[in-house]
């Protein structure tokens, strides 16, 4: 009678502790479908907007869209808020996907790396890592083959990194590949950043408009701000000081011209 509740309690932390180890990198669920002329290309979710490939965005900016949550997807529109070489971010006009989080820092050679996409209607993570630690560019080597397939498949889907229990997005694969060494080529987060606001929680420093707290009738929250003292002056508010007048003459006398 003794032994079998201890055997239960020892049972129950074994179970605990193969749950605990079972956690591991898992889907986000922050791919979305983009109906593009060129067929469904995949788009990643942030928290800035929806990512896609500057070249499958139309001229008029507009794109369909399908996000899934479970067993269960939305359609939507988007239209482009910005757009660079690479990519463009684009804003849903109604509904709010599942979104990514951006990385602090650029994928590195001991990160663990994974690719977010869709196989069979089911999402699905496709494990790589950076070729090379990144020395000749964003580099992915991969397993999977053949190559040309994986890059068309997965052109648009987001690049992850497990980085302390998180997802945090790294890239965008943009469908560049090398058959000769077998290589995939992504978006990193040099060109992602330059499509992001200067005020996003992207970027270590958070700049806010700041506004009078009976604008909305809540109380402002500071936080993640710094006070107005802290922060660096703007070149607008550096105003050159005069120069200092020389100093007099030893001796106190007045200057004489020289006759």
């Known amino acids: 009678m003794i032994r079998r509740p201890f055997a239960g309690l020892l049972a129950g932390i074994a179970a605990l502790a193969a749950a605990a180890g079972c956690r591991g990198p898992r889907s986000i669920g922050a791919n979305v479908e983009l109906q593009t002329e060129h067929g469904v290309v995949h788009g990643v979710s942030t928290e800035e907007g929806i990512l896609a490939l500057a ?11 399908r996000s899934r949550a479970g067993n269960s997807f939305f359609d939507d529109v988007a239209e482009v808020r910005r757009r660079g070489d690479a990519l463009a971010l684009l804003a849903p006009r109604t509904s709010h996907p599942a979104q990514a989080r951006f990385a602090a820092r650029p994928a590195g050679g001991d990160d663990r790396l994974f690719i977010e996409s869709r196989r069979h209607g089911r999402p699905y993570l496709l494990e790589c890592r950076l070729h090379g630690g990144g020395a000749l560019g964003d580099l992915l080597a991969l397993e999977e083959a053949p190559l040309a397939d994986v ?8 690049l992850f990194a497990w980085r302390d229990g998180t997802m945090e997005l790294v890239g965008i694969l943009n469908g560049v590949y090398s058959e000769q060494p077998p290589l995939v080529a992504f978006v990193g987060l040099d060109e992602m950043s330059t499509l992001i606001p200067a005020g996003s929680d992207f970027f270590t420093r958070r700049l806010r408009t700041r506004r009078a707290d009976f604008e909305y009738g809540t109380p ?3 936080e993640g701000e710094r006070a107005p003292a802290a922060d660096p002056p703007s070149p607008a508010d550096e105003i050159e000081s005069p120069p200092r007048p020389p100093d007099p003459p030893a001796g106190g006398g007045a200057l004489r011209a020289e006759g």
């Open 220 to 222: 402002r929250d500071f």
């Open 151 to 158: 890059a068309r498949r997965h052109a648009g889907a987001g």
């Open 55 to 65: 070249e499958v965005v139309p001229a008029t900016g507009e794109l369909s869209f």
